[in-house]
Protein backbone atom coordinates (compact mmCIF):
# COMPACT_ATOMS: atom_id res chain seq x y z
CA UNK A 1 0.00 0.00 0.00
CA UNK A 2 3.08 2.52 -0.08
CA UNK A 3 1.58 3.47 -3.39
CA UNK A 4 -1.01 5.40 -2.03
CA UNK A 5 1.54 7.54 0.11
CA UNK A 6 2.29 10.04 -2.63
CA UNK A 7 -1.42 10.36 -3.19
CA UNK A 8 -1.80 11.80 0.46
CA UNK A 9 -2.73 15.14 -0.28
CA UNK A 10 -5.27 14.45 -3.28
CA UNK A 11 -6.86 11.61 -1.28
CA UNK A 12 -7.43 13.75 1.73
CA UNK A 13 -8.64 16.56 -0.68
CA UNK A 14 -10.75 15.14 -2.03
CA UNK A 15 -12.16 13.62 1.11
CA UNK A 16 -12.65 16.73 2.54
CA UNK A 17 -14.50 18.60 -0.24
CA UNK A 18 -16.55 15.29 -0.46
CA UNK A 19 -17.33 15.49 3.21
CA UNK A 20 -18.56 19.49 2.70
CA UNK A 21 -20.63 18.53 0.03
CA UNK A 22 -22.24 15.67 2.19
CA UNK A 23 -22.36 18.08 5.18
CA UNK A 24 -23.96 20.80 3.69
CA UNK A 25 -27.19 18.30 2.30
CA UNK A 26 -27.27 16.90 5.75
CA UNK A 27 -27.67 20.47 7.37
CA UNK A 28 -29.80 21.14 4.91
CA UNK A 29 -32.20 18.49 4.53
CA UNK A 30 -33.66 18.28 8.21
CA UNK A 31 -34.44 22.39 7.34
CA UNK A 32 -36.02 21.00 4.23
CA UNK A 33 -38.55 19.33 6.00
CA UNK A 34 -39.49 21.49 9.01
CA UNK A 35 -40.65 24.04 6.27
CA UNK A 36 -42.46 20.92 4.55
CA UNK A 37 -44.15 19.92 7.70
CA UNK A 38 -45.83 22.80 7.58
CA UNK A 39 -47.53 23.09 3.96
CA UNK A 40 -50.31 21.35 3.53
CA UNK A 41 -50.48 18.01 1.44
CA UNK A 42 -50.98 18.68 -2.48
CA UNK A 43 -49.86 22.44 -2.16
CA UNK A 44 -48.16 23.72 -4.89
CA UNK A 45 -45.46 24.57 -2.28
CA UNK A 46 -45.21 20.69 -0.76
CA UNK A 47 -44.62 19.32 -4.24
CA UNK A 48 -41.61 22.05 -4.86
CA UNK A 49 -40.25 21.14 -1.72
CA UNK A 50 -40.38 17.35 -3.01
CA UNK A 51 -38.23 17.90 -5.77
CA UNK A 52 -36.10 20.23 -3.82
CA UNK A 53 -35.36 17.21 -1.72
CA UNK A 54 -35.21 14.35 -3.97
CA UNK A 55 -32.78 16.08 -5.86
CA UNK A 56 -30.69 17.11 -2.92
CA UNK A 57 -30.61 13.67 -1.86
CA UNK A 58 -30.13 11.72 -5.09
CA UNK A 59 -27.88 14.55 -6.91
CA UNK A 60 -25.64 15.83 -3.87
CA UNK A 61 -25.52 14.14 -0.88
CA UNK A 62 -25.85 10.50 -2.02
CA UNK A 63 -22.73 10.40 -4.34
CA UNK A 64 -21.34 13.04 -1.90
CA UNK A 65 -21.36 10.64 1.13
CA UNK A 66 -20.22 7.28 -1.07
CA UNK A 67 -17.20 9.88 -2.43
CA UNK A 68 -16.50 10.58 1.63
CA UNK A 69 -16.44 6.65 2.27
CA UNK A 70 -14.17 5.78 -0.72
CA UNK A 71 -11.78 8.76 -0.19
CA UNK A 72 -11.73 7.98 3.59
CA UNK A 73 -11.49 4.15 3.48
CA UNK A 74 -7.91 5.14 1.15
CA UNK A 75 -7.17 7.57 3.98
CA UNK A 76 -7.33 4.68 6.46
CA UNK A 77 -5.38 2.30 4.06
CA UNK A 78 -2.36 4.54 3.35
CA UNK A 79 0.71 3.88 5.31
CA UNK A 80 1.14 6.21 8.24
CA UNK A 81 -1.92 8.02 8.33
CA UNK A 82 -3.66 5.91 11.47
CA UNK A 83 -2.02 4.85 14.07
CA UNK A 84 -4.30 1.82 14.87
CA UNK A 85 -3.21 1.49 18.99
CA UNK A 86 -4.48 4.94 19.03
CA UNK A 87 -8.24 5.30 20.62
CA UNK A 88 -9.46 8.47 18.95
CA UNK A 89 -9.81 6.70 15.56
CA UNK A 90 -12.32 4.02 16.92
CA UNK A 91 -14.68 7.00 18.48
CA UNK A 92 -14.37 9.02 14.78
CA UNK A 93 -15.59 6.00 13.02
CA UNK A 94 -18.30 5.44 15.31
CA UNK A 95 -19.02 9.30 14.86
CA UNK A 96 -19.46 8.72 10.99
CA UNK A 97 -21.17 5.39 11.45
CA UNK A 98 -24.19 7.68 13.01
CA UNK A 99 -23.71 10.19 10.58
CA UNK A 100 -23.94 7.52 8.02
CA UNK A 101 -27.35 6.23 9.49
CA UNK A 102 -28.60 9.66 9.15
CA UNK A 103 -28.29 9.58 5.89
CA UNK A 104 -30.10 6.97 5.45
CA UNK A 105 -32.98 8.16 8.07
CA UNK A 106 -33.50 11.05 5.98
CA UNK A 107 -33.61 9.14 2.94
CA UNK A 108 -36.18 6.90 4.32
CA UNK A 109 -38.05 9.70 5.31
CA UNK A 110 -37.60 11.34 2.10
CA UNK A 111 -39.84 8.62 0.70
CA UNK A 112 -42.51 9.13 2.97
CA UNK A 113 -42.69 13.20 2.29
CA UNK A 114 -42.89 12.02 -1.42
CA UNK A 115 -45.69 9.92 -1.09
CA UNK A 116 -47.47 12.97 1.24
CA UNK A 117 -46.65 11.52 4.67
CA UNK A 118 -45.62 13.80 7.15
CA UNK A 119 -43.76 11.76 9.46
CA UNK A 120 -42.55 13.37 12.70
CA UNK A 121 -42.68 17.06 14.04
CA UNK A 122 -41.53 20.06 12.59
CA UNK A 123 -40.14 19.86 16.54
CA UNK A 124 -38.76 16.57 15.98
CA UNK A 125 -37.57 17.84 12.61
CA UNK A 126 -35.60 20.73 14.36
CA UNK A 127 -34.00 18.72 16.83
CA UNK A 128 -32.99 16.33 13.67
CA UNK A 129 -31.33 19.26 11.72
CA UNK A 130 -28.81 19.15 15.45
CA UNK A 131 -27.48 15.97 14.82
CA UNK A 132 -25.02 16.67 12.46
CA UNK A 133 -23.85 19.51 14.38
CA UNK A 134 -22.73 17.16 16.88
CA UNK A 135 -21.40 14.66 14.96
CA UNK A 136 -19.41 16.54 12.91
CA UNK A 137 -18.13 18.22 16.19
CA UNK A 138 -16.77 14.98 17.31
CA UNK A 139 -15.53 13.71 14.20
CA UNK A 140 -13.02 16.91 13.82
CA UNK A 141 -11.87 17.16 17.53
CA UNK A 142 -10.63 13.18 17.07
CA UNK A 143 -9.41 14.04 13.40
CA UNK A 144 -7.32 17.11 14.68
CA UNK A 145 -6.79 17.42 18.29
CA UNK A 146 -6.79 13.18 19.01
CA UNK A 147 -7.23 13.37 22.67
CA UNK A 148 -6.74 9.83 23.23
Known amino acids: MDWLVPLYPWTK ?3 LISVFAWMAGLFYLPRLYVYHMQEPVGSATSETFKVME ?4 RAIMGPAMHAAWL ?4 LVFTPGVVSWTAGWWHLKFT ?7 MHWYLAI ?4 FAADGRPGTE ?4 AMNEVPTVLL ?5 MVIAKPF
Open 71 to 74: FGLI
Open 95 to 101: AVILMTA
Open 137 to 141: IVIVV
Open 54 to 57: RRLL
Open 109 to 112: TQKK
Open 123 to 126: RHWR
Open 13 to 15: SLH
